[in-house]
């Protein structure tokens, strides 16, 4: 990343991580708000958050209003970080680099902090978006956020995935699993970000698309780097899929095709941006790190 696009990144971040911070306070009864607070300001590379700032800001919108949305948005993804984690999914120890919430509060704290995260999330852009933003736009992010959350997104990508392990699926379910499971919030971060600058359809579908491109190809990278990775470089445990029986790109097309997917997928999400005239150094410089990840 060119040190100007990082600088720009890094502020996002660190804007982000202060609010987080300031957004979740510790009330009574203290263990649930400490154990929100320890997923959620576990670190992570907040991609999601600054993917609607700046998909705000590169469509003329003021990116400060999209700050309790972004927030919100990295509240419902370590919400489905928690619960991907617990003995009854995932079955996790390691996340971030640290012990998973239920290794830490248990599973029944770690269950409610992601109960909890999931209704704080909507309260935080309801509680906190400035009032100079319309009603109808409110309404518009609300609804986007609800859908990506529920049973028609992230929740179908979930409920497939656990189905799906230990059995021969088609490419078609599998990419059903990445859309809904990981694109989903990927394509929620540009499209309320793009709703809060009020952004003509065009536009709106463009990131969109940008979106459903880069939320495919960080699966891809994610399935390669759980064969390729360590524990200290992914921050969690590698070789999950394998050890799960899991069908993935890898296991699919073999580590190579899947790299070069990668590589044709963010480029085609730049494309997009390019053709319709939205130029942003953060968007394409989260396209090239993808392509770069090592966690
Ligand atoms: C919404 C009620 C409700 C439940 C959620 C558990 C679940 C249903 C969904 C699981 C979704 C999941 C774990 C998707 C994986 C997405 C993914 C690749 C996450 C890793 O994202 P990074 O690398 O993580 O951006 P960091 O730690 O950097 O934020």
């Not at 309790?68 to 390691?94: F, G, K, R």
């Not at 971060?189 to 698309?209: F, H, N, P, Q």
């Not at 994610?222 to 296991?251: C, F, H, R, W």
């Amino acid at each position: 990343m060119q040190e100007e696009t990082k600088k720009k990144f890094d502020e996002y971040k660190k804007l982000v991580e202060k609010k987080l911070d300031e957004y979740i306070p510790v009330k009574y009864p203290e263990k649930i708000w400490e154990s929100m607070r320890y997923s959620v300001l576990a670190g992570g590379k907040r991609l999601r958050p600054v993917m609607a700032l700046e998909t705000c800001r590169v469509l003329c919108g003021t990116y400060e209003h999209a700050v309790p949305t972004a927030c919100a948005i990295e509240m419902l993804h370590s919400q489905s970080l928690i619960h991907d984690d617990l003995p009854c999914m995932d079955n996790d120890d390691y996340r971030r680099g640290k012990l998973t919430n239920h290794k830490v509060f248990g599973e029944s704290t770690a269950v409610l902090a992601g109960d909890a995260l999931l209704s704080f999330a909507p309260q935080v852009i309801l509680q906190n978006t400035p009032k100079t933003v319309s009603s109808d736009t409110l309404l518009n992010v609300l609804e986007e956020f609800v859908v990506a959350a529920g049973a028609e997104k992230l929740i179908a990508g979930q409920v497939v995935d656990i189905d799906s392990e230990g059995k021969q699926i088609s490419e078609e379910t599998l990419n059903f699993i990445h859309e809904n499971k990981t694109g989903a919030l990927f394509k929620l971060s540009m499209r309320t970000g793009a709703i809060l600058a009020g952004a003509e359809e065009e536009k709106l579908k463009a990131v969109t698309d940008y979106a459903e491109k880069i939320g495919l190809a960080f699966q891809i990278m994610d399935d390669i780097l759980d064969v390729t990775s360590t524990l200290e470089e992914l921050g969690k445990t590698p070789g999950k899929d394998a050890q799960e029986n899991k069908a993935t790109y890898v296991s699919f097309y073999g580590i190579e095709t899947s790299k070069k997917q990668v590589a044709s997928l963010c480029k085609q999400a730049c494309d997009i941006l390019k053709e319709h005239g939205i130029e942003s150094d953060v968007l394409q410089a989260i396209a090239d790190s993808i392509n770069e990840r090592v966690n």
